[in-house]
């Protein structure tokens, strides 16, 4: 089967899954180009198509690549040249998406350390939210192994995690090009384990990681309550350190509030330097948008950040899709939008804001603990399912300020002391205990993260 035939049948599936809309706005003119070992590149007309597959899709992609195509594990995408009669929307003479050739190194991971060199520090923003953990990086590149060792990076989701942590290995690899260095997330580390253990290759696993100089690792958390990935990530921990190699984790969440980590591996989580990357405030939200759009050679209306930036209230990668959102749809008809028709764009894309429910309060609880939420309501003295439910009382009676016999009601009809004892308890622990603060931290903003 050609390739054109083959990305046909993609495509065909590929609707199935989406809207007619979205389909036609995203899909149209692109095509299968080239296939080299485990990837393939996809040529699409323009960069904010491009950046929409990446964003949006590129799940769906793969997975409907790989029924066809099962050795295939990356997708990347490149710029065709552009016909000099296509519009543009930006004030330089000439665009330099034209330019672009149609390579793999338009998305190119590096197959020896997984690193993606579209991460560096020159487009990474520093606002007042990062700024402790970009210091950290840059003096974690100048002393590497022997300052800050682990770091351990944390924050939510779409805060800039990743693009910090490669950015450190990329700088890193680009400085002393004889170290070696490995980038993985947490899951696909697990899933190389696996499949090291049922071919009989852990020897061959172990030595890879263990030799390296600087071990990246994204999304730690997804080691919580696996116990074989555990005991890899320890002695591996173990290995690298003692050879002053340098160790990276990055979480969405701090080593104390990880649920199910084995007390010696939380330890070695918190023997380096431990920091969190918050929310960015507005002045840095501009400042972001203003680093993308000068990426893209394009120019944007002051009113039209001002206006993102507000929209928009605590994550970079939202930000960013909002500003590709609106970018696609300048391009698509030829003009400038207005700052009515931005908001019009963008008000079918935002979750309309809601209150959070009692319900939704247990089962952010219950996940966290992984505990099922009807058990919560249960009569029962499980350790575990008292202590679960003891603070969802609380965080129903504190955040949202719910009366004790409400609270009581939503238990299964529990008496208003019982609520009132379980407050108090958690209350008074929180003082003494820094794991809890930070549990209940996590806790709370996965709640608001809801709305």
């Known amino acids: 089967m050609d390739t054109k035939d083959l990305w046909r049948q993609i495509l065909s599936e590929i609707e199935l899954e989406i809207s007619p809309a979205n389909f036609a706005t995203w899909f149209k003119n692109t095509d299968l180009r080239e296939k080299q070992n485990d990837q393939m590149l996809i040529s699409v007309p323009n960069i904010f198509v491009k950046e929409w597959l990446e ?37 330089s003479e000439e665009s330099h998406h034209a330019k672009e050739q149609l390579t ?3 998305s190119y991971v590096d197959p020896g350390t997984n690193l993606n060199p579209k991460y560096t ?10 700024e402790l953990a970009y210091a950290a990086g840059q003096a974690i590149i100048k002393n590497l192994g022997l300052l800050y060792n682990p770091f351990f990076v944390y924050g939510g989701v779409g805060l800039g995690k990743t693009h910090l942590i490669q950015a450190i290995g990329n700088t890193v690899k680009k400085q002393k090009t004889s170290i070696k260095i490995q980038y993985i997330s947490a899951e696909k580390f697990f899933k190389e384990l696996i499949e090291a253990i049922q071919h009989g290759e852990t020897n061959l696993f172990k030595d890879k990681y ?4 600087l071990l990246i690792v994204d999304d730690i958390q997804f080691i919580s309550g696996k116990n074989a990935i555990q005991e ?6 173990n290995a690298l350190y003692e050879n002053n190699n340098q160790i990276i984790f990055s979480s969405d969440r701090p080593p104390a509030a990880i649920h199910n980590l084995e007390e010696r591996v939380r ?12 929310t960015p405030d507005f002045e840095t939200k501009l400042a972001i948008l203003k680093s993308k759009l000068r990426e893209k050679n394009i120019e944007v209306k002051q009113e039209i950040l001002e206006y993102l930036a507000k929209t928009i209230k605590d994550n970079i990668r939202e930000l960013e899709g909002a500003l590709n959102s609106i970018l696609s749809r300048s391009y698509l008809f030829s003009k400038e939008l207005t700052l009515e028709e931005v908001q019009k764009t963008l008000s ?14 247990i089962q952010c609880v219950a996940n966290f603990y992984d505990i099922p939420a009807k058990n919560l309501l249960e009569k029962t003295r499980r350790k575990e399912i008292v202590r679960a439910r003891q603070i969802a009382m609380y965080i129903l009676r504190e955040d949202f300020n719910a009366s004790l016999p409400f609270i009581g009601q939503k238990f299964g009809g529990k008496d208003h002391t019982t609520v009132l004892y379980a407050c ?3 209350k008074n622990e929180i003082k003494i205990n820094e794991r809890l603060r930070e549990e209940l931290k996590y806790l709370k903003e996965q709640l608001y993260n809801i709305v």
């Open 55 to 91: 964003d949006k899709y590129c799940k769906l992609i793969l997975k409907t690549t790989r029924n066809h195509l099962p050795e295939i594990k990356m997708i990347n995408y490149a710029i065709a040249i552009q016909s000099p009669a296509q519009p543009q929307i930006h004030k």
């Open 104 to 106: 793999f190194k338009e």
């Open 121 to 130: 520090f020159e487009n990474f923003v520093v606002g007042a939210f990062n």
């Open 210 to 213: 263990r030799a390296c100089n």
């Open 232 to 237: 890899e990530i320890f002695h591996t921990f």
């Open 267 to 278: 330890s070695r989580f918190e023997g380096g330097l431990i920091v969190d990357i918050n």
């Open 348 to 361: 079918k894309n935002i979750k309309p804001k809601k209150v959070i429910t009692p319900k939704e309060v």
């Open 424 to 426: 108090e308890k958690i």
